[in-house]
């Protein structure tokens, strides 16, 4: 990540491994389900194609076919994990002050900046598992990404996400110190 020469960290934040628990149950338990399920419809089809034409009178048999999708979706819940557990470890926050930074990612780098001429508004939050956890996240939204909705959930989606924070009281003060300081939106 290289930096304007007039631009200085303010903050460098990572997120808190306390992150891995809620992604265990929010990201790597769905795609372990996904994927089990997904291979016990993928071999049940698969029965029900190499029986057509034939008389049909034994059911397949379930046992063995719900052992197979259970190891397939203990194995995608265990590399789901594994892949979020270093995908932590690759997060990092900047807070400069000339805008704001997430710099991530394994399988595809990502680095993203949002300015604070265009931040409309820091939004800082924490959900139930968050609150048990103690951390929390502060969302930017910009004046581009409030027409965007998150499908069936109609709230704006974030510009920027800074995820797996603990103590951001103080980081979503400095935001809005400079998005005061800057104007707020772009004109």
Avoid at 24 to 40: D, E, I, M, P, R
Avoid at 42 to 66: C, R, T, V
Avoid at 126 to 133: F, G, H, K, S, T
Wanted: contains cysteine; charged residues 20%.
């Amino acid at each position: 990540m290289k930096f304007g020469s007039d631009e200085k960290v303010i903050h460098h934040l990572q997120p808190e491994n306390r992150l891995i628990i809620m992604w265990a149950f929010t990201k790597c338990l769905t795609q372990g389900f996904s994927v089990g399920f997904f291979f016990f419809m993928l071999f049940y089809f698969n029965w029900i194609f190499s029986m057509s034409g034939k008389d049909i009178k034994a059911l397949p048999e379930y046992g063995d076919l719900i052992v197979f999708s259970i190891i397939f979706a203990i194995f995608a819940f265990v590399l789901s994990y594994i892949y979020h557990r270093y995908l932590i470890k690759t997060i990092n926050y900047y807070i400069t002050n000339k805008r704001c930074i997430y710099v991530g990612g394994l399988l595809k780098k990502v680095e993203h900046s949002v300015s604070y001429n265009k931040i409309t508004d820091v939004e800082r939050s924490r959900n139930i598992v968050e609150q048990i956890l103690s951390i929390s996240t502060i969302n930017l939204f910009t004046s581009g990404t409030t027409s965007m909705r998150v499908p069936m959930r109609s709230q704006p989606m974030p510009e920027l996400s800074y995820i797996g924070l603990v103590n951001s009281e103080d980081v979503a003060e400095t935001i809005n110190e400079y998005v005061r300081k800057y104007g707020g939106t772009e004109s």
